[in-house]
């Protein structure tokens, strides 16, 4: 019958490795203490062998996996945010269609990935497969309300030999609406989480929908964003990428549109820049991922600690010997 550990990070049950790394469960305190799983009808027997096993399945990753990933490495999450259907979950999978040519991103190598089988997933429908289905753009990420978004991992390594794992959100657009409308709605929780984390941030406009009939509604979406957005970013990067632009390049968006939008972006994020990506240049996809992960991939030195003068006397006066 399956066990469940009593370790709630533990997903031994789930076919993955113990958390803790005892290859032989019954020497884990917290397998022991575990209880079966309910769910499990009586006499169905899935035993699990003491064997090598690796502490993740290869889906993205949630909260417990990044407990046993963080700490190998300097980690980069990048939050991407932007309405529905704005083309996020084509940027993220054009990053690694170009890994799998061997291209390197923001000068790092591909070196590993906790989450290949969530990329497969992803790679499988811009794939010919068979003469019926021609290649094709994923489908829309499913809304949930988990705490945080479904993480796809890359992990690269510079000829430095510096590693980074990269964290990219893939998060679903109703999220950000509802997060910009309503920065407390529960439905946002994971919009609020990804702000909270992210070291870095691409806010995605749909130069499409910004150009359609919906284009007064995407303008008012995308700019709520961007102010609710300015509210938390601090000093963190951030870029405004102009996606699809293959359909409709900034040039030919209507100037009223455009100039609306770049002015709340200088108001809101003074510091962000932009650049603008197309599935027809798939090296501008990989260029929007690169410039984002080389701002945070040295991370800020710390400002100095400056002591405070709290008596003016010759005894207080001395500041340390390189003052
Ligand atoms: N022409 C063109 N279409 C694009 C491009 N990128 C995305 N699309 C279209 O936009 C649709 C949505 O893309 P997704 O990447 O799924 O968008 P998303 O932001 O992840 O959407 P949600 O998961 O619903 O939040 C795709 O199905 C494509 O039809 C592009 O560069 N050019
Ligand atoms: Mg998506």
């Not at 790679?123 to 994923?138: N, T």
Request: charged residues 25%.
């Amino acid at each position: 019958m399956t066990k469940r550990c009593s370790n709630s990070n533990c997903y031994v049950h789930e076919g993955e490795s113990c958390v803790d790394g005892h290859l032989d469960l019954a020497e884990c305190e917290h397998y022991r203490s575990g209880h079966s799983d309910s769910k499990t009808k009586a006499g169905q027997s899935t035993p699990i062998e003491s064997a090598a096993r690796v502490p993740w399945s290869g889906a993205t990753l949630g909260l417990s996996d990044l407990i046993t990933l963080l700490p190998r490495a300097r980690s980069i999450l990048v939050g991407v945010l932007g309405a529905h259907d704005a083309g996020k979950t084509t940027l993220l999978l054009g990053n690694y269609l170009t890994c799998l040519r061997g291209s390197a991103i923001a000068e790092g190598e591909f070196c590993g990935s906790w989450t290949l089988g969530a990329w497969e997933a992803l790679a499988a429908w811009s794939r010919f497969d068979d003469a019926a289905r021609k290649p094709h753009f994923p489908p829309h990420t499913p809304r949930g309300t988990s705490r945080a978004p479904g993480l796809l991992h890359l992990a690269l390594r510079r000829t430095d030999q510096t590693l980074r794992d990269i964290l990219l959100s893939d998060a679903p657009g109703e999220w950000f609406t509802r997060w910009a409308i309503n920065e407390n709605a529960p439905e946002a929780e994971g919009a609020r989480w990804t702000v909270e984390h992210a070291d870095t941030f691409l806010v995605i406009a749909d130069c499409d929908r910004l150009s359609g009939p919906e284009r007064g509604s995407a303008r008012t979406d995308l700019r709520q964003l961007l102010e609710r957005l300015g509210g938390h970013v601090g000093n963190r990067p951030v870029i405004l990428v102009w996606t699809k632009t293959d359909k409709k390049s900034l040039a030919e968006l209507t100037p009223g549109i455009r100039d609306s939008i770049q002015k709340a972006l200088k108001e809101a994020i003074p510091h962000a820049t932009e650049m603008t990506t197309t599935v027809g240049h798939p090296e501008s996809l990989t260029e929007a991922i690169s410039i984002a992960v080389n701002s945070v991939w040295e991370p800020s030195r710390c400002s100095p600690i400056l002591e405070p003068v709290l008596h003016h006397q010759p005894f207080s006066a001395f500041r340390g010997r390189k003052c």
